[in-house]
């Protein structure tokens, strides 16, 4: 019996491989076609099911047209809108205090410099804007650009620690993209200050201050290259002050350019000496500073 | 004044209409044109197990019927009624591997009893050696893994274009060209083996 098997297992392959048929497409088709002859059914299968979907087909017609509102995928957009208009509440309800607009302390002139002590605003709502962070610029390399604009996404406070405390947390001072701050560097030199920030914050001690620099734009005096870059995407300062609150501490950042060695590359870093809570400053408003350039 | 369509296209399209309407006639119709060439395909697809064939068959139609105003006649009729079977069949052979899987299959009896089959013919003068060739095919078509025995069936079997099966199956036209290839070529290696169908 084995050997009839083997015999005919060995003669199936020998008469494939010399007929060829795997590289004969003409000759697969063919060979498949009479190896797969069409099928003949019971007629009693045949039958059935044809009833049945004539009968589906009958049920189908008769059925009514579904209303909208019963059709699941009307609710789709629906509930879509609902959960958006849910998030768009939550959000709304839970944000932060933004900055009151009763704060807007009157623009000194360029002649008088203002001092910390007169920037004290009247008593008001507890909530008043009790901190400003103002920018300025500390001349060094600066006289080589005819403009230099840093454009100001954010800026973020340290807290300081109590004893046996853990470092705390960064208060960060958010800014929507359209209050972005872009001051020209060119304008704030010497005691020249624009405002990045005004609100109100948690009183208590504070350690430390930075600002995101989003993009720096330059152009040299007389034109030519240069490579203007900052230490990170962020400038820091440790310098302790106090917010209290019922006054407003104004409190100023100031930046400079250096140029490293005079390799045509500019680095903007922070200048300790004149940043602090106490520096006195004259307030450029941004009006004012468009009108410069 | 134009001339009325009366491409097979344009019929079909007429008579899927009439369905749509409720016409049960027009669904006798097309029942009748389709349905053993459905059959047929289906049973081959599935090894030739008659009860699958059926039940395949018989969901293929039902679902072919209450979908039928989703059919916009961007292929042939009968390449969208395959195209509802192929989901079908490779829900079967997915639940086939799964109850391997869990080792709860019985044993394919049809696969065995091809293996020891003989053909019709038996040695000696005017022997009909395509008898053989096509037993040595079966025999290497039922140890291919089922999308390749699909892709084969409806190339050689059906004549259906590449484009045609990309949309049964749902890939695209290269996909299906790169299907084609290696289906044959593990054909060819299936029959190139030595013991084949006897192990």
Not at chain 1, 42 to 47: A, G, L, Q
Not at chain 2, 7 to 31: D, F, N, S, V, W
């Amino acid at each position: 019996m084995n050997q009839v098997r083997d015999y005919v297992k060995k003669k199936r392959q020998i008469i494939f491989r010399r007929e060829n048929y795997m590289d004969n497409e003409e000759r697969m088709r063919k060979l498949l076609q009479a190896m797969y002859k069409p099928v003949i059914v019971s007629s009693e299968f045949k039958e059935k099911l044809l009833t049945s979907l004539m009968d589906q087909l009958g049920s189908q017609a008769q059925k009514p047209a579904t209303p909208l509102w019963k059709n699941r995928w009307v609710w789709v957009p629906v509930a879509v809108i609902i959960i958006l208009a849910i998030i768009g509440s939550a959000i709304w309800l839970l944000r932060p205090e933004p900055p009151p607009s009763i704060i807007s302390p009157e623009v000194p002139s360029e002649e008088t410099p203002i001092t910390p002590e007169e920037s004290v605003p009247p008593e008001g709502p507890v909530q008043m804007a009790n901190f400003r962070l103002l920018i300025s610029d500390e001349a060094n390399a600066i006289e080589n650009f005819e403009s230099l604009e840093v454009t100001i996404s954010g800026a973020g406070l340290l807290p300081a620690a109590e004893e046996n405390e853990e470092e705390p947390e960064w208060i960060i001072l958010e800014l929507e993209e359209e209050d972005w701050c872009t001051v020209d560097l060119k304008d704030l030199m010497d005691e020249n200050a624009q405002e990045i920030w005004s609100g109100h914050v948690e009183p208590g001690k504070y350690t430390k201050v930075f600002i995101y620099i989003e993009s720096i734009t330059w152009t040299l005096e007389g034109g030519g290259d240069a490579e203007v870059k900052l230490p990170g995407n962020k400038l820091q300062i440790s310098s302790p002050f106090t917010i209290g609150t019922d006054y407003e501490v104004n409190f100023v950042f100031d930046v400079t350019v250096v140029e490293a060695g005079g390799s045509g590359q500019y680095i903007i870093k922070p200048q300790l000496a004149q940043s602090g809570p106490d520096k006195p400053f004259k307030l450029v408003p941004p009006e004012k500073q468009s009108k410069n350039k | 004044m134009e001339k009325p369509d009366s491409t097979p296209q344009a019929q079909e399209a007429e008579l899927i209409a009439r369905i749509h309407q409720g016409e049960k006639e027009a669904l006798q119709q097309l029942y009748q044109s389709y349905f053993d060439r459905l059959y047929s395909l289906v049973f081959r697809q599935v090894g030739r197990k008659k009860e699958v064939a059926e039940d395949i068959t018989q969901e293929t139609f039902v679902e072919m019927l209450k979908s039928i105003g989703k059919f916009r006649g961007k292929s042939r009729f009968y390449t969208w009624l395959c195209s509802i079977a192929y989901h079908r069949i490779a829900d079967f052979y997915r639940h086939q591997e799964r109850q391997d899987r869990m080792g709860i299959r019985p044993l394919d009896i049809r696969i065995l009893e091809n293996n020891y089959r003989t053909p019709e013919k038996s040695d000696g003068p005017g022997i009909d050696e395509s008898k053989y060739a096509q037993d040595a095919l079966e025999q290497a078509l039922l140890r291919l893994p089922p999308n390749y025995r699909h892709v084969l069936i409806y190339k050689y079997v059906e004549e259906m274009s590449v484009r045609e099966i990309s949309q049964i199956m749902q890939r695209s036209t290269k996909s299906v060209e790169g299907l084609l290839a290696r289906s044959r070529e593990v054909l060819r290696k299936i029959i190139d083996e030595s013991g084949e169908g006897l192990r």
